[in-house]
């Protein structure tokens, strides 16, 4: 096990945060439709009451409408805020100097002088892992971000990362990736274990599989949009694991289903970033941390979706 280094300690001390590609976005999320920016910014609101304190953004939210939305909040608020935000790595932008160009078009929507954490939001096609470092170095040194991470990178690329990252000196913060009760993957393929044995902190995103673990969804009431027909198969395996989910919160004291989602995520060692488009749902969410399931709850939960994806999309 690599020890956690001071820069990136804070990370590993934050349980929950909250994602912001509803913050916007009308293709998958309904932006304008489901909610509006009022409701974006109650959420925001009471994330901060209850001691939710990290938000996750992207260039690519709502073509950059999330991260203007975020600096507005974050003048009119005294609270610490810690930031972080995402490199969209398209095709074209070969060369490492996309990235601080990237990074400073963020800073300038945010309207702050540096992040707290820049991630690259996927590997690339066209750029090594390698390339991209040495890009997410260049703003290290420029004091734009205060931490570098990852995300949906697999595990040799996490180690080319990595390695680039430590010939200058500069711990690779996170990885985020897709991780919910629904998608196991990174239990199973060595990048949640290569994580922790790195000291790299694994931020799980879509931790409510986009909705599915809060128990308002099934085959009869499927997700809007493009969530219906991602999740069809999966909705038809949805009944047990939500009764065992509602069974378990019911035993902690009338926690919800997705505050027992997101909690499992927590006991995993991950922490999750669920999205919220409303005061109720972000409420709803700081909730799944604070407590522990039991290591029996944990199990039984483990067993019961443990192959859930097999034949599902
Ligand atoms: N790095 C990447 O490639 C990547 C990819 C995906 C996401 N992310 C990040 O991860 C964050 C979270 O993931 P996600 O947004 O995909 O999915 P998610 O957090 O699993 O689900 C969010 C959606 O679930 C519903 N919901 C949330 N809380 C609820 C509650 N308490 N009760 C009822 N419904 C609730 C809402 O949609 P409805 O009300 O419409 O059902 C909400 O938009 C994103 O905002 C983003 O910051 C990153």
Redesign the pocket.
Known sequence: MTEVSNETRFLHAIEI???????GDRL???YGQ??TDKEIRESFDVSLSLGVRF????EI?GSGY?ERLLGEFLKETEQPVLVAT?FFPWPWKITKGFIPRALKGSLERIGVEAVDLY?I??PSVTMSPETMMEGMVECVKRGMTRTVGV??FGEKHLIRAYTTLARHGIPLASN???Y?LLNREVEKNGTLARCKELGIRL???????????????SLENP??GV?GSQYSDLLKKLPPVMKLITDIGLEHGNK?A??VALNWLICKGAL???????S??????AGGAGWRLTEEELIKLDEATDRIREHSK
């Open positions: 945060g909250l994602g912001a590609w509803q913050w998958v999320w309904g489901t909610h938000i996750d953004t992207a939210y999330s995402k991630q939001h996927w995300s949906n985020q990736v897709h919910s931020i799980a995103y879509s931790p409510l599989e986009k909705g599915l673990l809060t128990g308002k969804y997700p809007p969530r919800t997705a505050q999750p970033i669920p999205g919220a488009k409303n109720k749902q972000a409420e709803n969410n």
